[in-house]
């Protein structure tokens, strides 16, 4: 299928007419492995000139990195093309922070048309990967709906000051699996991040984190849905896009 998109502004450095958005404030020292594209771009661009987008190579390395963690499989829509520029206050202002609460997240999400549902399943993606301490230190020493002797483990590798870089998983059952323990993390009040509990904090998407955490299937079907709804999103009308020979730059 092809699917016109404008995506991969992530993966280009700053130049001298724009700041780019490797260093807003959610993705500096968070998105990673620029390099693993870097060298999937120059092995497609040897077999293939000019006709992957740097887009594209995203949403299936996306793809094909949670299956290998055991999450599930989906057929990835083709035929994205690059943005030719990016922009580090539009990342800093469209991206949600750890701090967020629920409704911030559901308006953040809802302005790119992706529906509570999505938004929920989207960040069951947070059953990988971790976080900095200083991120998530207010949580686990100031507030309450935390389960206690999981705010004791994170404590100890996040002192109350200093170890600002200090990581911990986000999952603390299967940190490098993707499965549904995500949900039932929050569900016991193991959610890291104050954004990440807030999704089951007496709210409007407990019942549907609830339902996640019992059915592992669920949760999968729902994900690929969002993660299909969120990769066909359309660029502005008059978008200057190109496919890019290196992800880094503009041609």
């Not at 998983?169 to 990440?196: E, K, M």
Request: proline share 4%; charged share 15%.
């Amino acid at each position: 299928m092809y699917r016109q998109g404008c995506d991969g502004s992530i993966l280009l450095d700053d130049t001298s007419t724009f700041i780019g958005e490797k260093n807003a404030g959610p993705n500096a020292n968070s998105a990673r492995g620029f390099e693993v594209i870097d060298a999937i771009k120059t092995q497609v661009e040897a077999a293939c000139r000019a006709t992957v987008s740097c887009a594209d190579i995203l949403a299936l390395a996306a793809r094909d990195g949670v299956n290998l963690l055991g999450g599930p499989n989906w057929s990835v829509p083709l035929g994205r093309k690059d943005s030719r520029t990016a922009s580090q206050s539009a990342a800093s202002a469209n991206l949600p922070g750890p701090d967020s609460s629920l409704a911030t997240l559901i308006t953040m999400f809802g302005n790119k048309n992706l529906s509570p549902r999505d938004m929920t399943a989207l960040s069951g993606a947070h059953t990988i990967g971790r976080s900095q301490c200083q991120f998530f230190r207010n949580r686990i020493y100031n507030e309450t709906n935390i389960n206690a002797s999981f705010a004791t483990l994170r404590q100890g590798t996040c002192p109350r000051s200093g170890g600002n870089t200090n990581l911990a998983p986000f999952d603390v059952q299967t940190a490098d699996g993707f499965d549904n323990a995500y949900y039932q993390n929050l569900v016991g009040q193991r959610g890291l991040l104050h954004s990440d509990q807030e999704l089951f904090n007496g709210g409007s998407q407990n019942a549907l984190v609830q339902q996640y955490s019992n059915s592992p299937s669920q949760f999968s079907a729902d994900f690929v849905t969002a993660m299909l709804k969120m990769g066909g999103l359309l660029p502005s009308s008059g978008t200057q896009t190109e496919v890019r020979l290196n992800c880094r730059r503009p041609n």
